[in-house]
């Protein structure tokens, strides 16, 4: 267990939804980062950020934001959902925001079929 | 552009056998690299990372990676294969724009 919770485990929507992916990090953690999991995109960075700030973004769309609260908690938003978004959604976290040099521990990932 | 690249998608070995695993990267300055395991149903792991320093790096569960600048290359081994070592594992890099990159996977199968 990494102590990377994320909620739902699973999620099952139609196409044109929006829905709300939830994480929260280790205690203690001020980064957290989203990735995406798929089947013909592999594993892919999404954004970071660091104690409620943006801190790097990677191949995210559009239609995908992200944000972290006070607590430190995150939430992802998927908008106007694709067939293709479905996949999983890790979110990793540590300890601050030097991103390239740091160990990130991975939750279990949420993941998304949309229909 | 950053990049990973894991060529061997899948990989069977026997148990006590030994483990390579490849990985080629392409970036323009010193790179931040990582090996990841992923179980089935799991979140991922981190085995081991290179940031700096000694290119022979020693992780968890005895595996160990070799940096080799003039290859780009970050492979992983490990000297004696157990059958929980089956998993997919990933290969990423770093950079200091706080960017990720993630290999697609080698998937390892361990046979008795």
């Known amino acids: 267990d990494s102590g990377v919770t994320q909620t739902p485990k699973h999620l099952i929507t139609a196409t044109g939804q929006r829905v709300t992916l939830r994480c929260s990090p280790r205690?203690?953690?001020?980064?957290v980062y989203w990735y995406q999991q798929s089947l013909d995109q592999g594993l892919q960075f999404l954004i970071q950020?660091?104690?409620?700030?943006?801190?790097a973004k990677g191949n995210i769309l559009e239609r995908f934001s992200a944000q972290q609260f006070p607590d430190l908690h995150s939430e992802l938003n998927l908008s106007s959902l694709e067939l293709g978004d479905s996949a999983l959604y890790f979110c990793?976290?540590?300890?601050?925001?030097?991103?390239?040099?740091?160990?990130?521990?991975f939750g279990p990932g949420t993941r998304l079929l949309v229909l | 552009a950053q990049s990973v690249t894991q060529p061997d998608i899948h990989i069977t070995v026997s148990e006590g056998a030994s483990l390579e695993l490849r990985c080629n990267y392409s970036?323009?300055?010193?790179?931040?690299l990582f090996w990841y395991v992923q179980s089935p149903g799991q979140g991922l792991q981190l085995l081991l990372k290179?940031?700096?320093?000694?290119?022979l790096v020693q992780g968890i569960k005895g595996f160990e990676a070799e940096f080799k600048r003039s290859q780009s290359s970050f492979n992983l081994r490990k000297p004696s294969v157990h059958w929980s070592d089956a998993a997919e594992y990933f290969c990423?890099?770093?950079?200091?724009?706080?960017?990720?990159?993630f290999g697609t996977g080698t998937s390892l199968t361990v046979i008795p």
């Open positions: 990793a976290s540590s300890v601050a925001g030097s991103g390239g040099r740091e160990t990130q521990y």
């Open positions: 205690s203690g953690d001020l980064s």
């Open positions: 950020y660091y104690n409620g700030e943006e801190r």
């Open positions: 970036y323009g300055a010193t790179p931040y």
């Open positions: 290179y940031f700096s320093g000694d290119t």
């Open positions: 990423a890099v770093g950079n200091t724009g706080n960017q990720f990159y």
